[in-house]
């Protein structure tokens, strides 16, 4: 069944996939990514509600699949080839360096082409302009129950609902994160919906709504500025900003029709501000305002531009490698003027990390994706194409001074989504003349692979959750379950994670019980693994292990290592002196 469409746009008839695909896209982005576990989740391994997005976005991609064998026709947007040539690309730099970390390379490519799949899949449906507002409403309506929460978490910080936790380190009280449990991950997020906000009031859609839902609409967006400028993170509030100004300079024609929506949506922010003096949450603007004023960005970060630039200069062709970042940034951060700890993850930067990591090849592919867009956009004129770049901004405004698209998939999904809607302008047809037996055999196996998807995603949601628990007990009540355990050392993508932790509780074990084999066995696994995370607790529990076997030779220069890209570390200074008195 296909849909068809009257002189409006206003689709007639829906057939079973376009309503499958509908449905898919609504829960997304009003119900899954509001879904938050409380749960192991940082650096390499995504929280477990990041999980959940990835089986809706698996089920979306199902069903494109199936829509396209129904037909006959696959649908490929122009825009896939630079997404190609940046995905070949990352792989290529890989095989011309060395594999720092494998757990980065298999999982970081995966992501990749879950990203590409799905931006595919969401090209196979020819949706109505109605049909696309109705989905960028939907996120407007995801900003509105993450700003609720938001006030929720203002107004009341001492809660500790799991559902409601808080970030820290705020003058007073906490700073709203959401259900994304992130402050500068709910800041883009919202700046994303108030730029939608601006493009809807100059909809068709808005015309057709009843007084009442404009009048919600209206006092919705006040109290996403409110929460917003809690938060106190200038990528919000300069992603939001430079969005509004760039569509209200695409579509300035449209706004000067709708002068009376226009002043009502800028009152909004006026409106804000007021609600805040009555409240008293003025002080965290004036945070947000000392930030802005007085520093361009804080010095730590600063330091990681630095180190990861000097990673690039070091190996420009083909990078550090996959994980050469982790690996690598402790020892480029002594370099920096002002030697900070700076995130061992990633450099807040997007580019950045991919220059580190792949050097020139990388560099190359991440100018093919944003060329290919500014391509395209230049192509849709000033006025469709300057509202879809607004849309894209404050989230690709927050990759170059963060990283949400690798802490939250969420982000990532949706910036696909946004990236879809002026890449759905270009595209072509390939019909496929396969007879109904051949068509209905590949429907069969997508479904197996569906399936198989499904449920190994499931299977590390499950083992994420024992994993937690492990943790749970281990730090509560010091009582370290095995069994809780062995799912996260038997699933591939927890497995790295998990061994870390089973390594650490084993040396303990073995220094309680005095067992020097087991000790020399984590002395061996320490060397190798600090090659791919030299964190300061490896240095830490290497030493210990080290002074227990009483190998003075390796230890004093592990120690000095240790030291120096770790001049703070406590313990390490303690060892030191224990083992060198007058050192």
Excluded at 481 to 510: C, H, I, S, W
């Amino acid at each position: 069944m296909t849909v068809t469409s009257d002189a409006s746009g206003t689709p007639r008839q829906l057939g079973i996939f376009l309503r499958m695909h509908l449905f898919l896209l609504y829960g997304l982005f009003l119900f899954v990514i509001h879904i938050y576990v409380p749960a192991l989740g940082s650096g390499p391994i995504v929280p477990i509600a990041a999980h959940l997005v990835w089986l809706t976005v698996a089920a979306v991609v199902a069903v494109a699949l199936l829509y396209a064998l129904k037909r006959g026709v696959f649908v490929v947007p122009d825009y896939t080839k630079y997404y190609l040539l940046f995905l070949i690309l990352v792989l290529l730099s890989a095989q011309f360096q060395d594999v720092v970390d494998s757990h980065v390379l298999v999982f970081q490519t995966a992501g990749l082409i879950g990203g590409l799949l799905f931006f595919v899949a969401l090209h196979q449906f020819n949706l109505t302009e109605g049909q696309r507002d109705g989905l960028l409403l939907a996120l407007f309506v995801s900003g509105a129950v993450e700003s609720v929460v938001g006030l929720f978490q203002v107004f009341y910080p001492q809660q500790t609902h799991a559902l409601l936790t808080f970030s820290a380190g705020w003058p007073s009280g906490s700073a709203p994160s959401g259900f994304l449990n992130q402050g500068n991950q709910l800041a883009s997020f919202l700046a994303t919906c108030l730029v939608i906000s601006f493009y809807l009031i100059v909809s068709k859609q808005f015309g057709r709504w009843h007084w009442f839902n404009r009048a919600i609409f209206f006092l919705v967006i006040p109290t996403m500025i409110s929460v917003l400028l809690c938060i106190g993170s200038r990528a919000g509030a300069l992603g939001s900003a430079l969005g509004a100004w760039i569509l209200l300079f695409a579509q300035w024609q449209d706004f000067r029709v709708a002068w009376r929506r226009l002043f009502l949506r800028i009152m909004a922010l006026l409106v804000a501000l007021v609600f805040m003096h009555v409240t008293n949450m003025m002080d965290r603007l004036y945070v947000l305002g000392d930030k802005l004023a007085h520093t361009i960005s804080r010095r730590e970060r600063i330091d990681m531009y630095g180190a990861a630039w000097d990673m690039f200069l070091d190996r420009p062709i083909w990078g550090q490698g996959p994980g050469g970042w982790v690996a690598n940034q402790p020892y480029y951060r002594i370099k920096q003027r002002n030697n900070y700890q700076v995130d061992e993850w990633y450099p807040h930067n997007e580019t950045l990390y991919w220059l580190a990591e792949t050097g020139v090849a990388g560099g190359v592919g991440v100018l093919a994706i944003v060329g290919g867009m500014a391509v395209l956009l230049v192509r849709l004129g000033r006025r469709r194409g300057g509202m879809y770049a607004a849309l894209m901004v404050p989230i690709v405004f927050h990759a170059e001074v963060e990283q949400p698209l690798h802490d939250s998939i969420a982000h990532w999904i949706i910036l696909v989504f946004l990236a879809y809607l002026p890449s759905s302008h270009f595209t072509r047809e390939m019909h496929w003349q396969w007879n109904p037996v051949v068509r209905g055999g590949l429907a069969m196996v997508a479904l197996c692979l569906f399936l198989l998807v499904e449920a190994s995603i499931l299977r590390t949601v499950r083992a994420q959750i024992d994993l937690n628990n492990y943790m749970w007990f281990l730090t509560q009540h010091k009582d370290s379950r095995a069994e809780l355990l062995q799912p996260g050392l038997d699933n591939l993508y927890l497995r790295q994670l998990a061994t870390r932790l089973f390594m650490d509780v084993k040396l303990k074990l073995g220094l309680l019980t005095q067992d020097s084999k087991v000790v020399e066995e984590f002395v061996s696994w320490s060397k190798q693994e600090r090659k791919i995370w030299p964190n300061s607790l490896m240095f830490v529990n290497e030493a210990k292990a080290l002074l227990f076997i009483g190998d003075k030779g390796r230890l004093m220069p592990l120690l000095e290592e240790g030291l120096t890209i770790y001049p703070q570390a406590g313990e390490l200074l303690e060892l030191k002196k224990a083992v060198s008195p007058t050192g």
